[in-house]
């Protein structure tokens, strides 16, 4: 019954912008912390950023602090991660996750992550 659909993935030139978006539904949304992660080929899969329940703490990736802004809107039960200034080197696919923490702090790291999207392919090109 939990669902988390990621969409506004697409391919953009070098120095572009996009913007994520993740609406997740079945749960609590303000009882989770939600984080976007993303894998590219060949690579392990990393934590981009995360917020808390209520917006109030989030954390970056250093290679993405000041490029990338994640927010959330529980009213809409949707996340968002805006991204700037997007390099070749940010593409990946980019999952949305939910954690179970209804406390003022969240984890960039994958294990306890309790429900994860599909994807949405980023592509930068040079």
């Known amino acids: 019954q939990v669902q988390v659909v990621e969409s506004g993935g697409g391919l953009v030139q070098a120095g572009g912008s996009l913007r994520l978006s993740c609406t997740a539904s079945?749960?609590?949304?303000?009882?989770?912390?939600m984080g976007w992660f993303r894998q590219a080929p060949g690579k392990e899969r990393e934590g981009v950023s995360c917020?808390?329940?209520?917006?109030?703490?989030?954390s970056y990736a250093d290679s993405v602090k000041g490029r990338f802004t994640i927010s959330r809107d529980n009213a809409k039960n949707t996340l968002y991660l805006q991204m700037n200034s997007l390099k070749p080197e940010d593409t990946a696919m980019y999952y949305c996750?939910?954690?179970?923490?209804?406390?003022?702090?969240?984890?960039?790291?994958?294990?306890?992550?309790?429900?994860w999207g599909q994807g949405t392919q980023v592509t930068v090109s040079s």
């Open positions: 996750a939910a954690h179970f923490r209804p406390y003022n702090s969240c984890s960039r790291s994958s294990p306890g992550y309790n429900y």
């Open positions: 079945g749960l609590t949304f303000d009882d989770y912390a």
């Open positions: 917020i808390t329940w209520s917006g109030r703490s989030t």
